[in-house]
């Protein structure tokens, strides 16, 4: 989230007629707009602000086709761990709709590996007839800003809504969500379904892309934000790239294997991940003081976090003491040997 800025011009696909719009600005739109993350203040680019008119016409212009891989979503029901008993409850409640397909649950939450650092990564899928209906979308809307309002109270340091799919846009998962397969490797679903999906893997032209952008976004951060929100996406940002590494030369593993092959390959660099390894470990779990107020004060609970974040709030021990400029600097060193082997493969 951002502060109002100039608005840019629309992007082509805007401009362009309806059924040129693709599934990832679609899937984003939806997500704006369900989630309320980039809607009125909040907005980063009006390319998000797809409105549930529009959304409902290109909806209903997708054409309809599917990745080259398939995927199984959900194999099970969500298990959550006990610290998250509640929010699962509380998501039942808030996404328990007809229009409402299932929430599915990825990442560390899935595995079970959950720390007080780790957010909720999901994927909240809602029917076809839904999404070409705008007066569904709106009524569909305050569900999902309660269902926020709950991840947020769970994990104050969430950065990001839910994406957002529907049974049609799963069938080109690769390229709405902007997932890689390995991502929904291990997947579980609140309401129990199991979900057909299909992705595309990127190219090796497309996978080094990324790379190269990612690591001179890595590279531009010169120092550690202060305040906890900001500090938890900068680790959350450098804690990706031996996934996105792995992913540019080659070796399509999750995200937590890519560790495995970050400490292999650079065994002599690999130290500043043993530290944001203990950061994440040790994240103080809770709420931080004020910020639970402000989210049940409004529907949409995001501008709360918004204001919340430039509050002149400390760094968190044990980060404090953990992240320090040698850190980074180690680390910046350690992206750059990375930088190095992509262009090499």
Known sequence: MTAPRRESPPPA????????????????????????????????????????????????????????????LGPGPWRPVPAARRLAAALRDELGAPAIVDLV?????????????????????????????????????????????????????????????????????????????EALAETATLFGHRLPAATTPATAAEARRRWQDFAAHLLALRRWPRHPWSLHGAVSMFALAPALFAQAVG??????????????????????????????????????????????????????????????????EPARALLTPRTLSDLHALVALMQAEVERS
């Not at 600005?25 to 409105?51: I, K, N, P, V």
């Open 13 to 72: 696909e805007l401009t362009a007629r309806p059924q040129a719009i693709s599934a990832r600005l679609l899937s984003r739109s939806l997500s704006g707009y369900l989630c309320g993350t980039h809607s009125g203040l909040l907005a980063r680019r009006r390319g998000d602000r797809l409105g549930p008119e529009e959304i409902a016409r290109a909806h209903a212009q997708l054409a309809p086709h599917a990745g080259s891989e398939s995927l199984s």
């Open 105 to 181: 649950i990825y990442g560390s939450q899935a595995r079970g590996g959950v720390t007080g650092y780790s957010d909720v990564d999901a994927i909240l899928v809602i029917d076809d007839e839904a999404a070409r209906r705008p007066e569904a979308l709106r009524e569909l809307r305050p569900r999902v800003l309660r269902a926020q309002r709950h991840v947020l109270e769970y994990q104050p340091m969430q950065h990001h809504g839910f994406e957002l799919a529907t049974p049609s846009l799963l069938q080109v998962a690769g390229g709405a969500l902007a997932l890689p397969a």
């Open 251 to 316: 070796e399509r593993v999750p995200k937590w294997r890519s560790f495995e092959i970050g400490r292999r390959r650079f065994a002599g660099a690999w130290s500043p991940y043993e530290t944001l390894r203990e950061v994440r470990e040790r994240w103080p779990a809770g709420r931080p003081g004020g910020l639970t107020p402000m989210l049940r004060a409004g529907a949409n609970p995001w501008p709360a976090v918004d204001a919340w974040r430039r509050l002149p709030l400390g760094t968190p």
